[in-house]
């Protein structure tokens, strides 16, 4: 089955620097890729998502990039603030016929001031 | 629009016990789906349910099992409780394939 490693556990970073976070997926069926990001106490929401026929998508201070080949994904954050630290968890489905996704361990980015 | 919901938010059971839960997807979506989510395991997938019908199924035992009604709404039960089942129970709901899953808040399962 699906299977989704992710990098770093944890990161550290100044305000204003840039955050990477990278994950790498086993199914060459996969086809859609969502990041989510959860603060604590609350529910996981969705910041960035790209599917398998794009290789990158970029909204604001967010950019996700997706190498088929290389079955590879990584999160890309800009300039980021003190209200951007939390948990990001990245995803891939577990088949192109559902929306059951297969969750990253997850990365605890703080940023700090 | 209201967003998904699900109830109870806690629930505090004894080992050996069942647990029902419940989720009520967002109008209009007919997709829904059940992860666990554990300090040490991350978030899980236990099931999917589409109109219905189970369409995909996590690596969890036969203790947990779920079903999705006419109205899209959804349970999800595990039986003979044990300590390691203590998390928090999230489900999501969705348009379909390659859309966004939006989260409801969750139920705290504690078991004793």
């Known amino acids: 089955g699906e299977n989704v490693e992710q990098h770093p556990s944890t990161l550290s970073v100044q305000e204003g620097d840039s955050a990477v976070i990278k994950c790498t997926y086993s199914?060459?069926?996969?086809?859609?890729f969502p990041w989510y990001k959860q603060e604590l106490g609350k529910r996981p929401q969705l910041i960035i998502d790209?599917?398998?026929?794009?290789g990158e998508k970029k909204d604001q201070r967010i950019a996700v990039t997706l190498n088929k080949t290389a079955k590879h994904f990584s999160l890309h954050i800009t300039e980021t603030q003190p209200e951007d630290s939390a948990v990001y968890f990245c995803?891939?489905?577990?088949?192109?016929?559902?929306?059951?996704?297969?969750f990253g361990k997850g990365t605890t980015l703080s940023v700090s001031s | 629009k209201a967003g998904v919901t699900q109830t109870p938010r806690y629930l505090i059971k004894t080992r050996g016990q069942q647990v029902t839960l419940s989720c009520s997807p967002i109008?209009?979506?007919?997709?829904v789906s059940w992860y666990q989510q554990t300090p040490g395991q991350g978030l899980q997938f236990l099931f999917e349910?589409?109109?219905?019908?189970?369409?995909n199924k996590g690596n969890f035992p036969g203790r947990f099992s779920g079903r999705q009604f006419s109205n899209s709404r959804s349970e999800m039960n595990v039986s003979t409780l044990e300590l390691g089942d203590s998390a928090l129970y999230l489900c999501?709901?969705?348009?379909?394939?390659?859309?966004?899953?939006?989260f409801g808040p969750g139920t705290r399962l504690t078991v004793l």
């Open positions: 999501a709901s969705s348009l379909g394939a390659i859309n966004e899953q939006f």
């Open positions: 199914d060459s069926a996969s086809n859609y």
């Open positions: 790209i599917r398998s026929n794009v």
């Open positions: 995803a891939a489905t577990v088949n192109q016929a559902g929306t059951a996704l297969i």
């Open positions: 109008s209009g979506h007919r997709s």
């Open positions: 349910y589409f109109s219905e019908t189970q369409r």
